[in-house]
């Protein structure tokens, strides 16, 4: 998705993007709320993540112009005010939802997805990647082999959607260890083979092939072909 994150902070914006790249998203950033709108109000975005208290201007004060001007994204306010009556302005501006600083990544990421959801998606955008029996769905956060949904947890998801994504192509240990985990994950290479081997067991359980292949001394490399 095409994600616009407007935030002065810069350990705020940096985390911000960071964590939303490594879902595969791509991020524009604006530091100022003018700035902010400009960009809005020119390009297309899938969600907007705006901060309330900006250098320049009041977040309500641009959420209310961009609503003003048409612009349907769903946005999403960063704050670090932690009071009802400031969350239900932002709600009544016209911000879809509200989350608090500091904040878990992974809630950030849920609080997207659950937005999202909600707003209809055009065939263009691509949110599911197949291969051969396998599929998974970014949006709702859902994994199927032969149509079976599997469950994963957090890290095996993000795994095996960097796998997805590159299809029959080897992929080296500190590729999938940079792209897949958090930034101060101890990326040891022990627990990469530990994370395939749980995806491989889940997947197994459905169907024979060896999606996940292991390519000595490489890495590892997600097999699309046909047998
Ligand atoms: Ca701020």
Same mark, same amino acid.
């Given at each position: 998705m095409k994600i616009l994150v407007i935030e002065d902070d810069r350990i705020v914006r940096t985390l911000v993007k960071h964590v939303l790249e490594k879902e595969g998203h791509e991020v524009s950033i604006a530091e100022k709320g003018e700035t902010g709108e400009e960009i809005a109000l020119r390009e297309d975005f899938d969600i907007i993540i705006l901060d309330l208290g900006l250098p320049d201007k009041s977040g309500l004060d641009v959420c209310k112009v961009l609503r003003e001007n048409d612009v349907t994204t769903p946005i999403l306010i960063l704050s670090a005010y932690q009071n009802t009556d400031t969350k239900i302005t932002g709600l009544n501006t016209g911000a879809d939802d509200y989350l608090t600083k500091p904040f878990d990544n992974k809630e950030l990421l849920a609080r997207i997805d659950a937005i999202t959801r909600r707003v209809n998606k055009g065939p263009? &955008? /691509? #949110?599911t990647y197949e291969c051969g029996e396998l599929k998974i769905d970014l949006i709702s956060r859902e994994f199927y082999v032969k149509d079976q949904k599997v469950l994963l947890t957090n890290n095996e998801f993000n795994l095996m959607a960097y796998l997805l994504k590159n299809p029959n192509r080897i992929l080296d240990k500190d590729e999938l260890t940079n792209n897949v985990w958090? *930034? #101060?994950?101890?990326? #040891?290479t022990n627990f990469l083979n530990v994370y395939v081997s749980y995806l491989r067991k889940k997947i197994e359980e459905i169907t024979p /092939? &060896?999606? *996940?292949?292991t390519i000595r001394k490489k890495g590892f490399m997600l097999n699309c072909e046909k047998d």
């Open positions: 263009g &955008s /691509k #949110n958090d *930034i #101060n994950f101890d990326t #040891n /092939k &060896s999606y *996940i292949q």
